[in-house]
């Protein structure tokens, strides 16, 4: 569906400005926008390098095991299919934990790594089980201690205080987690 409407509005753009006679300030957009855009790539190129290496160290410490025991009464609950598990449970500790920390690009690999170990057991490869579709959910709605991506945007952006939006996204992200995994609850009780 967008690569129908995006098409739609540059040409709607493009016609707009041709009548209205401000071809300029479209070149002076494009222009601007490459800039802006090659400055956000970098700015998020850096802060993707950075907490990958982070998260590379505490891999290699104990920090990730603790923080994974710490989840695993979190981990049970959420997914009770996978109990017996570890492995799984593993990965999705690993993702969840990217997540919290606010590295989305870190928790991507880390997410489909435990989306493959869970359909390898799951017996109808064409439908979801209850554990994948509740980290779908975990992962949409997932709590972020450090939003890294919206600090970085906003540094990009001059902002004065780039780190005021923290306890706003904590109160965000965890009202969407709660209600998220409540929902799914319930919706999984109710198709079985």
């Known amino acids: 569906m967008l690569n129908i409407l ?3 509005f540059i040409i709607l753009s493009f016609i707009y400005a041709l009548i209205s006679g401000k071809t300029n300030q479209i070149n002076e957009g494009i222009f601007t926008s ?3 855009a090659i400055q956000l790539s970098i700015t998020f190129l ?3 390098c950075l907490w990958n ?3 590379e160290i505490a891999k290699k410490t104990s920090l990730i095991k603790k923080m994974t025991k710490i989840l695993k009464p979190i981990i049970n609950f959420l997914f009770p299919e996978l109990r017996k598990n570890e492995k799984i449970k593993q990965e999705i500790s690993m993702n969840m934990i990217a997540n ?4 989305g690009n870190a928790s991507t690999p880390l997410g489909i790594k435990a989306m493959k170990s869970m359909q390898k057991e799951n017996f109808k490869k064409d439908v979801l089980t209850d554990s994948m579709m509740m980290f779908i959910v975990i992962n949409t709605a997932s709590i972020q201690l450090i939003p890294t991506n919206v600090i970085a945007i906003r540094t990009s952006l001059n902002s004065q205080n780039p780190t005021e939006i923290i306890i706003p996204v904590w109160i965000a992200t965890i009202i969407a987690a709660c209600v998220g995994v409540l929902m799914t609850k ?3 009780k109710k198709v079985k």
């Open 6 to 8: 995006w098409p739609i």
């Open 34 to 36: 490459i800039s802006d």
């Open 46 to 48: 850096g802060t993707i």
């Open 53 to 55: 290496g982070i998260m």
């Open 100 to 103: 919290i920390l606010g590295l």
């Open 186 to 188: 319930i919706l999984i």
